[in-house]
Nanobody
Framework: QVHLVESGGGLVQAGGSLTLSCAAS????????MGWYRQAPGKQRGLVAT???????NYADSVKGRFTISRDNAKNTVYLQMNSLKPEDTAVYYC???????????????WGQGTQVTVSS
């Protein structure tokens, strides 16, 4: 079994900051890309940021310059530092990771349970 557990969501005023964390655990052989996605009420889930296993990031245009994704491979953890938050950043944030389980030859996409981020104006 593999689990992704997110933490760090909450309520913040516009202009504030939050840091999300997502730790993968279980029978993991390797982790390829990791990332964050978000889903606002009435909208589809969309990309926020991803990061490759060697640390190359990719961001949605709406968060470039405000959000920073990073990872600690020794801890199987990905982070999302969110600065200059806006009310439109309000959403449930989901962690994603492409994981090869021990004893498997294939990667599988895993998702966390989601953490709520609410930005008040």
């Amino acid at each position: 079994q593999v689990h992704l557990v997110e933490s760090g969501g909450g309520l913040v005023q516009a202009g504030g900051s939050l840091t999300l964390s997502c730790a993968a655990s279980g029978s993991i052989f390797s982790i390829n890309a990791m990332g964050w996605y978000r889903q606002a009420p009435g909208k589809q889930r969309g990309l926020v940021a991803t990061i490759t296993s060697d640390g190359s990031p990719n961001y949605a245009d709406s968060v470039k310059g405000r959000f920073t994704i990073s990872r600690d491979n020794a801890k199987n953890t990905v982070y999302l530092q969110m600065n200059s938050l806006k009310p439109e950043d309000t959403a449930v944030y989901y962690c994603n990771a492409a994981i090869r389980r021990s004893g498997s030859f294939f990667e599988t996409d895993y998702w966390g349970q989601g953490t709520q981020v609410t930005v008040s104006s």
